[in-house]
């Protein structure tokens, strides 16, 4: 009799959970990618009323940690991304709270300089390696998630401080919802349009410009590099 004929219900179930929890720790930027798109189908829900707010800033900790956990399996300093991370949670908080105008900007910049770290930390992750894992796989579709979410906080960043600088069908002049601003941070870093939601000013332009470039040379060099590394094993064996 082997020993998986000796195994209890409540033992196979533990030895499952062992063993998706093995799953999790080595591949974690699926988890942070699962979360990320997550995101996208839960912000709608929850941005227009006041107590969603907490769901919502709450649901950024969460995705913030993840990050935090995928910065120290990468060349980067966990330290350094923990002294971006707090600062940005604890304005973000307080906003929420006591409704401070004056710190949106500084919440705003904080939280994306936090995540233009993260996904720079995991780019280089994944280009350190001549061997396409399946981690970094799922890691090239967790720095394009993070990097959409990136250039969707400097869109809050430049509306906070230059209000009206985007334009939209639907209500022109009011400021646009995080995510309108999240979907024009997707079109434009996926070079697939604009969408509905408009840069009006020459500054927001300017980013938008530089995201559609980011997300050309992201593309264009880091994807196709790994592609290129799943791709070279499979020719050799065919040799």
């Keep these: 009799m082997s020993d998986a004929d000796t195994l209890t219900p409540r033992k196979l179930l ?6 998706w929890l093995v799953r999790i720790i080595r591949h974690p930027s699926a988890i942070l990618l699962l979360v990320q798109l997550a995101g996208l189908l839960l912000y709608p829900f929850i941005e227009q009323t006041r107590p969603a707010r907490a769901l919502l800033g709450a649901f950024g900790v969460v995705v913030l940690g993840l990050a935090i956990s995928m910065v120290r399996r990468t060349p980067g300093r966990a330290w350094i991304s923990l002294s971006i991370a707090v600062p940005a949670v604890a304005l973000n908080v307080i906003d929420m709270i006591m409704d401070v105008p004056l710190l949106r900007p500084w919440w705003a910049a904080l939280e994306a300089v936090f995540y233009f770290y993260a996904a720079g930390c995991l780019i280089s992750y994944m280009l350190a390696d001549r061997h396409a894992t399946t981690d970094e796989l799922f890691a090239a579709g967790a720095t394009f998630t993070l990097l959409a979410w990136a250039f969707t906080f400097v869109f809050v960043l430049c509306q906070t401080l230059q209000p009206g600088c985007f334009s939209a069908a639907v209500n022109p002049q009011a400021p646009r919802t995080w995510t309108e601003l999240l979907f024009l941070s997707f079109a434009l870093l ?9 840069p009006i000013t020459v500054h927001t332009r300017a980013v938008a410009a530089l995201e559609m ?3 050309l040379m992201y593309v264009a060099l880091v994807v196709s590099r ?6 070279a094993p499979l020719q ?4």
């Design 14 to 19: 533990r030895f499952t959970q062992l063993r």
């Design 213 to 215: 470039f980011v997300g």
């Design 236 to 239: 050799r064996d065919r040799r």
């Design 226 to 231: 790994l592609i290129g590394l799943s791709v």
């Design 190 to 198: 996926s070079s697939t349009g604009i969408g509905d939601v408009i």
